[in-house]
């Protein structure tokens, strides 16, 4: 057995959630009948390794303090297990063998795991190492809660995802004063990189078809930073092959969640992720589209089918607006998407189309588009609508004066 924290034996396991993995029936339950007397809260028992570590997020949620894991069963897929849990939770891992192997040991020491028992159990160790985990867990107040989840999503192509997307992130960023990363997962070739000029050597092709290596320090290796000190995981330059699993979407969610404080993503018109995490209760969903027969249609569509009783989590913008040369009223456009919308963008084309062609970040400029983006990203931030000067940039006069031009008054969106 090792650890490196202070003896703490007297420390009570009282209140500790474990969940213990072994598919032999016999060392679970003596694992189990060890544990009976360890005043441990609550014990889950899954009884067969995973055929995808990618499901291990999904499977080992909410995180459990301690996550035990029978080496003997397969000990090669069991140090597997052990490295890939510890790259993404903050659950103390341990295992137990019925076999004293010092290799064996050191190699589990080196995949992250925290204990080593010997089957049949003692006791005594085994109140020591849970008095351990309980010497080392945080307290609930400083407990490190999952980042917040924004998905933009569009109604049809061409309405501006990517650039509504690129530019929330930056004034997230700076607004915040937060890490942010900003996730592309157009298909088959996303244009976050191109709309923020830099070059990104790796994509989420790479964190996607390398799942079971995924993790917080794996993750870091793939981003870009922008100049904004926005994190970014661009999508592939070069056309891929085959599908996107929806465990591994999950899992790369899962760990951007637990390395940032905000996760800002670009899904297109992607439905076809309406079943990932991406689209769940904790996640806030901007709805990008424009007054038009065919967008105001498919957003109706899209909003009835999908996201009918999902309240201030859907945040319903109008990109491109132009309230003088509108072929609907308000009441024709509210009608149509069955609840008024949050934000209307400005129409500027001018300005969007030198940014675009500098590669120059429209949130970085003093125009009417970039004030009402980032009055979507203070509000997204729990921030005041105004605030005279952040980070050399001001929330102009014309804005000040008429902030209803811009957004609805409505209530903030939601915690997440």
Same mark, same amino acid.
């Given at each position: 057995?090792?650890?490196?924290?202070?003896?703490?034996?007297?420390?009570?396991?009282?209140?500790?959630?474990?969940? /213990? =993995?072994?598919?032999?029936?016999? *060392? *679970?339950?003596?694992?189990?009948?060890?544990? &009976?007397?360890?005043?441990?809260?609550?014990?889950?028992?899954?009884? $067969?390794?995973?055929?995808?570590?990618?499901?291990?997020?999904?499977?080992?949620?909410?995180?459990?303090?301690?996550?035990?894991?029978?080496?003997?069963?397969?000990?090669?897929?069991?140090?597997? =297990?052990?490295?890939?849990?510890?790259?993404?939770?903050?659950?103390?891992?341990?295992?137990?063998?019925?076999?004293?192997?010092?290799?064996?040991?050191?190699?589990?020491?080196?995949?992250?795991?925290?204990?080593? /028992?010997?089957?049949?159990?003692?006791?005594?160790?085994?109140?020591?190492?849970? $008095?351990?985990? @309980?010497?080392?867990?945080?307290?609930?107040?400083?407990?490190?809660?999952?980042?917040?989840?924004?998905?933009?999503?569009?109604?049809?192509? #061409?309405? #501006?995802?990517?650039?509504?997307?690129?530019?929330?992130?930056?004034?997230?960023?700076?607004?915040?004063?937060?890490?942010?990363?900003?996730?592309?997962? +157009?298909? %088959?070739?996303?244009?976050? $990189?191109?709309?923020?000029?830099?070059?990104?050597?790796?994509?989420?092709?790479?964190?996607?078809?390398?799942?079971?290596?995924?993790?917080?320090?794996?993750?870091?290796?793939?981003?870009?930073?922008?100049?904004?000190?926005?994190?970014?995981?661009?999508?592939?330059?070069?056309?891929?092959? +085959?599908?996107?699993?929806?465990?591994?979407?999950?899992?790369?969610?899962?760990?951007?969640?637990?390395?940032?404080?905000?996760?800002?993503?670009?899904?297109?018109?992607? /439905?076809?992720?309406?079943?990932?995490?991406?689209?769940?209760?904790?996640?806030? &969903?901007?709805?990008?589209?424009?007054?038009?027969? @065919?967008?105001?249609?498919? $957003?109706?569509?899209?909003?009835?089918?999908?996201? %009918?009783?999902? #309240?201030?989590?859907?945040?319903?913008?109008?990109?491109?607006?132009?309230?003088? @040369?509108?072929?609907?009223?308000?009441?024709?456009?509210?009608?149509?998407?069955?609840?008024?919308?949050?934000?209307?963008?400005?129409?500027?084309?001018?300005?969007?189309? *030198?940014?675009?062609?500098?590669?120059? %970040?429209?949130?970085?400029?003093?125009?009417? =588009? @970039?004030?009402? =983006?980032?009055?979507?990203?203070?509000?997204?931030? #729990?921030?005041?609508?105004?605030?005279?000067?952040?980070? +050399?940039?001001?929330?102009?006069? !014309?804005?000040?004066?008429?902030? !209803?031009?811009?957004?609805?008054?409505?209530?903030?969106?939601?915690?997440?």
């Amino acid at each position: 057995m090792w650890d490196d924290s202070p003896n703490s034996e007297s420390a009570e396991a009282e209140g500790l959630t474990l969940v /213990l =993995i072994s598919p032999d029936e016999s *060392r *679970r339950q003596a694992v189990v009948d060890a544990l &009976v007397v360890s005043n441990v809260a609550e014990i889950t028992e899954i009884t $067969a390794f995973p055929t995808d570590l990618g499901t291990l997020p999904r499977l080992l949620s909410p995180q459990p303090d301690v996550v035990l894991i029978d080496l003997d069963s397969d000990p090669e897929f069991a140090l597997e =297990i052990v490295e890939n849990i510890c790259g993404f939770a903050a659950s103390t891992v341990m295992v137990c063998s019925q076999r004293t192997d010092l290799k064996v040991a050191v190699r589990c020491m080196r995949a992250g795991a925290r204990e080593f /028992l010997n089957i049949p159990i003692v006791p005594g160790d085994l109140a020591a190492a849970l $008095a351990r985990v @309980s010497v080392r867990r945080p307290s609930a107040n400083t407990k490190k809660t999952n980042g917040k989840l924004f998905v933009f999503l569009g109604t049809k192509g #061409g309405v #501006g995802v990517t650039t509504l997307a690129s530019n929330f992130a930056i004034a997230l960023a700076q607004e915040s004063g937060q890490k942010v990363l900003l996730i592309d997962l +157009g298909v %088959p070739l996303g244009d976050v $990189a191109i709309n923020l000029g830099i070059v990104s050597e790796y994509s989420t092709s790479h964190a996607l078809r390398d799942i079971a290596r995924l993790d917080t320090r794996f993750l870091a290796t793939l981003l870009t930073t922008h100049s904004s000190e926005l994190s970014v995981l661009a999508a592939p330059s070069e056309f891929t092959d +085959g599908e996107q699993p929806i465990e591994s979407i999950d899992k790369l969610v899962f760990v951007a969640r637990q390395a940032f404080d905000y996760v800002v993503v670009d899904a297109g018109c992607r /439905l076809d992720l309406k079943r990932t995490s991406l689209f769940d209760t904790t996640a806030i &969903v901007y709805l990008i589209t424009q007054v038009g027969v @065919s967008e105001l249609r498919n $957003a109706n569509r899209m909003i009835t089918q999908f996201f %009918p009783t999902r #309240g201030r989590k859907l945040q319903i913008v109008l990109n491109r607006y132009l309230s003088q @040369s509108l072929l609907y009223d308000e009441e024709h456009i509210t009608r149509a998407l069955t609840r008024p919308a949050q934000w209307r963008i400005p129409d500027d084309y001018a300005t969007a189309r *030198r940014t675009q062609s500098l590669a120059t %970040p429209i949130v970085l400029q003093d125009t009417p =588009i @970039s004030a009402a =983006i980032r009055l979507m990203a203070r509000k997204a931030s #729990g921030l005041p609508d105004f605030e005279e000067k952040k980070k +050399g940039f001001s929330l102009f006069s !014309k804005l000040r004066g008429s902030p !209803k031009a811009f957004r609805e008054d409505a209530e903030p969106a939601e915690e997440v």
